[in-house]
């Protein structure tokens, strides 16, 4: 694994020299950082390259009073790069635009640097690489499922079992860089990886995974230097299970809902929420999709879907996520960004559950009178598929515990999704709500016990 890269832009050589003396005590993952300087935007826009670096730091006054937002407007729209976190930093406060908050700029944290602290700013730059490495280890994750699913006609069993193999390490060793995997593969009771005079370390955890294709037994045995966790092992059976799948469909294969379940909660487990969010979300869309006249498969299909609407969280600090208390306005302009992050995770897959979940990350947020996020789309300007989810997203919110206050009562709970009618909620999903109150209320009252 390589160093994580940080560019510091600043046009003063004395900021440069304080931010690498402590960001020079940073320890990541067992490595130090890799920092680059830059003076100006002008400089910076000729080094930079998209999506090579976790991390930039930038002033906000350099050449020009707006240098610092060319700079974030040249990696988010000239560069099209939303994974690279950004701090700004400024020495004046009073030259910040007034719509930081409000537009696009997408900023990950923001530093007045009469108040950089040494222990302030680790805090912040570790915060941030963290996010980073949890959007790259998430977008490992469905570029592994698609091509598992992608492949699976062209490939021999032997050929994906040893890709599956590969990918599971990058994946799990961008989530965990200090860890050390390797694994053996049989089929059949008989070694297929690695080659017969590979004699492979056994680490000290030893995670077996059993499944059968057709008449072939399979024994895929991950060998780990640090004990995986619930989550990490499910992303492994999961995977593992989707590749069956693809080999035993004559069609071109569905992505297992289990799977999908599971990304999401690598999302779900930043946060100190308990219970099983993603899961009701998922019933509760499912369900008003079929009053509303879906078609079965369609219904699943947004099920599928649903379980993605908060995949962006991935990108917000943790602090923020648990955060106990109201958020101020800069909080929230992070969290926001969520809508955002999400779309640009999931925009380029190329099966339709990816697809369609690109949209509920990006529109979930919005409301029926428009004045919701990102865009303040109104009425059918937003997706159907969008407008069901965020029924059933508030109002499973509503009724369960939150770390900034306790759940709600059901009538109440029930009161406000009928309130917001037609201001925050789509009508017509309302009154489909409404219609079939019982089966809302049961669901958000239900205890899921799934593997994953």
């Not at 499922?145 to 699976?152: M, P, T």
């Not at 045995?221 to 989550?231: Q, V």
């Not at 069956?244 to 999302?267: A, G, N």
Request: glycine share 4%; net charge negative; hydrophobic share 40%.
């Amino acid at each position: 694994m390589e160093k994580a890269k940080v560019m510091i832009v600043d046009d003063s050589k004395t900021v440069h020299a304080e931010l690498s003396s402590i960001l020079s005590e940073i320890n990541l993952d067992g490595k130090s950082l890799d920092i680059e300087h830059t003076y100006g935007y002008e400089e910076f826009k000729k080094i930079f390259v998209p999506e090579k670096y976790a991390l930039v730091i930038t002033d906000l006054v350099m050449e020009t009073d707006d240098a610092g937002i060319k700079v974030i407007n040249h990696i988010r729209h000239t560069c099209n790069d939303k994974k690279t976190r950004i701090i700004l930093m400024t020495a004046n406060p009073e030259k910040v635009p007034n719509d930081l908050l409000t537009r696009d700029y997408d900023i990950n944290a923001y530093i007045e640097k009469k108040n950089l602290s040494p222990f302030l700013t680790k805090l912040t730059v570790l915060s941030m690489l963290k996010t980073y490495q949890d959007i790259a280890s998430l977008e490992q994750a469905i570029v592994t499922l698609e091509n598992v699913a992608a492949n699976a006609s062209e490939m021999s069993l032997a050929e994906l079992l040893i890709n599956t193999f590969f990918q599971v390490r990058t994946f799990l060793s961008l989530k965990r860089p200090d860890i050390k995997l390797n694994g053996e593969i049989f089929v059949n009771d008989e070694r297929i990886f690695p080659p017969k005079f590979i004699n492979r370390e056994h680490l000290e955890y030893r995670y077996d995974f059993h499944i059968k294709v057709e008449e072939n037994t399979i024994l895929f045995l991950l060998y780990s230097s640090k004990e995986l966790n619930s989550l990490e092992t499910s992303y492994v059976r999961s995977l593992l299970k989707n590749l069956r799948r693809s080999l035993v469909s004559t069609k071109y294969p569905d992505v297992e809902e289990e799977f999908i379940i599971m990304l999401s909660k690598v999302v779900e487990a930043k946060s100190e929420e308990t219970g099983d969010h993603v899961n009701r979300v998922a019933e509760l869309s499912y369900r008003l999709a079929e009053y509303l006249g879906f078609s079965s498969s369609d219904a699943k299909l947004i099920k599928k879907a649903s379980a993605l609407h908060d995949i962006g969280k991935v990108g917000v600090p943790d602090y923020i996520l648990n955060k106990p208390g109201k958020l101020d306005d800069k909080e929230f302009s992070i969290i926001k960004e969520h809508s955002l992050i999400g779309f640009e995770i999931l925009r380029d897959s190329t099966l339709d559950v990816f697809e369609i979940g690109a949209v509920v990350a990006l529109e979930h947020h919005e409301r029926w009178d428009g004045t919701g996020y990102p865009y303040g789309l109104q009425g059918e300007e937003i997706a159907i598929e969008a407008r069901i989810v965020q029924v059933a997203d508030v109002f499973e919110a509503l009724t369960h515990d939150r770390c900034y206050r306790p759940a709600w009562p059901i009538e109440k709970a029930v009161e406000y999704m009928n309130d917001m009618k037609a201001r925050q909620f789509d009508p017509m999903v309302i009154d489909a709500f409404n219609k079939h109150l019982e089966d809302m209320i049961a669901i958000v009252k239900s205890h899921y016990r799934e593997e994953v």
